[in-house]
Structures are given as C-alpha cells and as structure tokens.
C-alpha cells in the first residue's frame, strides 16, 4: 500500500483515535483519472479495482491497469467524436462495469460526468437533455432506456452523439467497436486540460418536492470522499467493499468509486435490477465481502431472511444510509450478524457530514457526530444555534471557506442556490436533535415535520416506533389538517408477511405508539397499503402520500 490519500488529506487525531481535524492539499490541476486510478496502475497495475458479477453469471476481475487501458481507449473514442472539456455526457450504464470506464475517460477529457438512472421515462429524459445541455449519451442496451432515449431526442437536438454498451441498435455508435478501434489516447494540453475547478460530475437530485435540481461538483469533489471511505465505510486496501446502489445515484460514488479507490480498496459491483435479498446474501458470501453498505430499505429485507443459511464471517463492517435508521433494524441486524450498523448522513451537495465512525460506540437510530471537514450548525427558525435536546435544522457554516467534497451551487439557478446558502450557511432542509453526548437524531425535512396541538411531531421518530412491531414491513407518516388541532398523525403502513389488513391491526398498532412513545406522536388516522409512493432513488414520496389523502377527503375514489 502507497498511503496514495495522504499526499492530499492530512489529519490530527486525539490520544483515543478520535479524528479531530482534516487538511486538504489539492493540486490546481488535480484530476482523480489520472492522480489516482493510472497512478495506482503504474505503481501497482495488478492491484484488484473491481470486482464484478452480473445474474446472468458472468464475472471480471478488473485492475487499476485494466480500468486505465480500457478508459483511455474511451476517452479516445470519445474524443474522435467532438466530446471534449467542458462538454456534458450523460451515462445510463445501471451497474455495468463499462459505467467505470466511461466516467474516468470523462474526468481525463474534463468532459462533465452526468450519472443517471435507467429507470428514467421520456419526460425525465427531455428535462434532464435541456436543462443541463447534454451532448452526448452513452446508454445501456438492456430495457427499454434506448427507445425512451430516441423519443426524447426528437424534443431535444443539442443531443448529438448516442453510444450504445452491451448491445447494437440501429442509429447508435457501438461502444465495443468504438473502444477497440481507438487510437492511443493522449493527455489533454493547455486550454483543453481540465484544471481543478471545473465541473467535473453534475447530478440531478431525485425532487421528492419539485423538479429536480442539477447538483454541480468541481475536480476536488472526490478527495472529500476519503473520509467516507476511511473512517466511515472503513474499508481496507486489500478489502472488497459492497455499496448497492445504481449508478445512477450520487451514493454510488460514494461507495462505488472515489473514496475507495483512493483509499486502493477493491470495489465489488453485483449488476442486478431486480432486487432478492437471497441472491444478494449468496454473492456477500461467494465473493467475500468485507465491508458493506445499503439504504434501510435493503437491511429490512435482509433480517427478514434466515441469515443463518449464510457465510457472512468475512463481513467486518456495515454502514446504513440513504434513511434515516429504525433502532429495530439495528437491533435485528446486530442478533443476526454481531455487527452493529454504523449510520451516516449527508447529500448529494456533500460528502458524509454526520456519521457514526469507528472510535465511536453507535447508539441506535443515531447518525452519529459531525464529520470534521463540515462545521455543523443545528439551528432555529431565525439562524440561531439550539441548545442540546432542542430541534433545528441541519446547517454547514462556510465563512470560512466552502468544504472540499461540497458543491458549488446549483447549476444555472442563482436564485435557488441564494435560497439555501446565504450568509455563510448551507442550509440542507434536514431537522435533527443533539443529545448531551453531542450524537445527532434525524427528525424528518422541514417540510414533514408535524406541528400537532403545539407539539413537533417528527414523521422519523413514529415511524421508528411502528417498525418495531412484526405486522410492519414498511410504514409513512405525514401530518393532514385537522380543524381542532392543526394536524393530526396519519400513518401509512405496508404489512408484514403473514399480517391481514384489519381494524383490529390498526387498533393494535396505534396503541402500540401510545405506549411505546408520547401519547401525543400515535397515528390517529391508520391506513394499510400494498406499496408505499417512492422516488426513483427508493426515497418515500410523502408529498404524493399527501396529495392522496387531500383527494380522499374530496370524495376522489383515486
């Protein structure tokens, strides 16, 4: 192991290990492709990157040298095509490993990297092509991402170039032909050279409230991530670290990418779409996995599995996030593997701001305590921080200058970016308590939280209490008017397997909250529901939850 990340990062620890400061060295024309990825297959070319399996049972073992060859041969291919710095490419690549490839030959040409989901519909596409003038796509051919492509074209021009991975189709450009026909690529010079302040990654946030936002992140983005991988994830060099997340979501490179790579760890990738938690379970143990990360949603399918059928010794450590954690989860996670789940929070404006890292003993259904690269505020209405116990929203000051790993703004919308940061604070929307211990406790967005008879209800901490009881597979909790106290509870609640819709369940989880929580937090209003409304990053649309109920109480049988 070279210690790559420690020519950028240094850090000062307390006597007990506590990370107390970090430092950053950045370099004005630093770039991850080339300071990371083909330094590392220079001075280690066999060292493991990535490992890859698919359902299908293909598998690649891929090495730093493999993923430097086979991105300069894209970005060469690329650039025989006019896509150059400062050019914006989206890629719909779901989990193939050509996704690692394309986005470093991206970063070497100072091309922007627009990762996007392939779950995305025509409407989805021509907002995203137009807002962000995209040029080029280089898309899978798995599904039905190429024909929704196609139509959405026809509403936008700027898209010139559409290359296709894993497959022909009339009309597109053959990424496998592309690549192997390419001639050798050569490192951009002088105004074609990206330097460190570029756009190099622009993410569209899944808009649970509105139209999505484009996130912008410069060529410093990824050393942020060292902190994620090392002392949150925890990964070790010679590890094989597991996120399951899409590449289409700004947690896959979290997990799947920078902070990783620049701490030399491998990288497993099992490329899926259809999400079983026993075929999950069987390739943590094939594969050997070492350390693993996943949103709630994944953990509550797994403990309900019988883990015991399952060689899961190699695993050494489990992170969660994406949610906010259920202590249930945590609880069942830990009887199951002796592992504790270690929460964290952040955006896709940041890297990791609040986590529960490895000198600290997690308490349940806690994110943890402030990563030092953020100076965390918890503050009130009027910008004013809170004393512990008390809820505020979760703030990052910046006057004394902008977080490497935080965005720049947000993409040709001034007025939005002004909103949300001003005075020197980045306000995230998040609500969240700090104990006495200095552990923050996620509450909900500003916009959930529940102001019932003068108390705050936070949607989290109910739903946390519903989990607990074994008719409850998933639950959402919302406030809806009510003339005598403002807002009332109302839950929404999938059962569990085994568990019928009926009065007497919803009777019984009611007076479950009553008593296992303040009286004042219990559900009034109880529905069950097959399914819950989600974002296509997985996150429960509360907002159309909402807008259902204000229907039903209009009569509307929708």
Request: charged share 25%; with cysteine; net charge negative.
């Amino acid at each position: 192991m070279s210690d790559l990340h420690k020519d950028y990062l240094k850090e000062t620890f307390a006597a007990d290990g506590t990370l107390t400061g970090v430092s950053f060295e950045i370099p004005p024309d630093f770039n991850f492709a080339y300071d990371v990825v083909d330094r590392i297959a220079r001075e280690q070319p066999g060292r493991r990157a990535l490992e890859w399996c698919n359902v299908a049972g293909e598998e690649r073992t891929l090495s730093f040298e493999d993923v430097a060859r086979e991105s300069d041969r894209a970005a060469s291919f690329f650039r025989s095509l006019g896509i150059g710095r400062g050019d914006r490419v989206m890629l719909i690549l779901k989990r193939h490993y050509q996704f690692w490839f394309a986005a470093m030959a991206l970063h070497k040409l100072g091309a922007v990297c627009i990762p996007a989901t392939n779950q995305l519909q025509v409407k989805d596409l021509v907002y995203r092509f137009e807002a962000a003038s995209v040029k080029a796509v280089v898309c899978t051919a798995e599904g039905e991402v190429a024909a929704n492509v196609e139509k959405a074209v026809e509403s936008s021009p700027g898209v010139q170039v559409r290359i296709l991975v894993r497959g022909e189709r009339e009309g597109w450009l053959s990424y496998v032909r592309g690549t192997a026909e390419a001639v050798p690529f050569v490192r951009p010079t002088g105004a074609d050279a990206p330097v460190v302040s570029d756009t190099m990654l622009l993410y569209f946030t899944s808009g649970t409230t509105g139209l999505p936002k484009m996130v912008s992140h410069d060529y410093s983005y990824p050393l942020g991530h060292i902190v994620t991988a090392k002392h949150w994830h925890n990964v070790v060099p010679d590890g094989l670290h597991f996120t399951v997340s899409e590449t289409g979501w700004a947690k896959s490179v979290w997990g799947k990418l920078y902070g990783q790579w620049l701490m030399e760890a491998g990288i497993f990738v099992y490329d899926f779409d259809r999400f079983v938690p026993a075929e999950l379970l069987s390739r943590i143990e094939k594969y050997r996995i070492t350390t693993f990360c996943a949103p709630p949603t994944i953990y509550r399918f797994l403990i309900k599995e019988d883990l015991t059928k399952y060689d899961l010794s190699s695993l050494r450590y489990a992170t969660i996030a994406g949610e906010a954690l259920n202590p249930e989860v945590f609880e069942q996670f830990l009887k199951a593997t002796g592992l504790k789940l270690m929460e964290g929070f952040g955006q896709t404006e940041t890297t990791v701001q609040i986590a529960n890292f490895p000198w600290m003993e997690p308490k349940p259904g806690s994110m943890g305590r402030p990563n030092p690269m953020y100076d965390i505020l918890l503050a009130d209405e009027d910008g004013n921080a809170v004393r512990a116990g008390q809820v505020g929203e979760i703030c990052i000051r910046t006057d004394k200058g902008r977080p490497v790993g935080m965005f720049g703004g947000y993409l040709m919308n001034e007025q939005l970016t002004r909103k949300v940061w001003h005075d020197g604070v980045y306000h995230t929307g998040d609500m969240a308590w700090r104990d006495e211990d200095g552990h923050f406790w996620y509450v909900g967005r500003d916009d959930d939280i529940i102001k019932s008879s003068g108390y705050r209800i936070g949607p989290f901490e109910v739903e946390s209490v519903l989990m607990e009881h074994p008719a409850v597979l998933e639950c959402a909790v919302i406030g809806v008017p009510d003339p005598v106290r403002t807002q009332v509870v109302k839950a929404t609640v999938v059962p569990a397997r085994g568990y019928v819709p009926s009065e007497a369940l919803a009777l019984e989880l009611q007076e479950y909250v009553k008593t296992h929580t303040a009286p004042y937090k219990y559900p009034r209003i109880l529905e069950f529901a097959t399914e819950l409304p989600k974002t296509i990053s997985g996150k429960i649309r509360r907002t159309e939850i909402r807008a259902r109920h204000k229907d039903q109480d209009k009569g509307d049988p929708s």
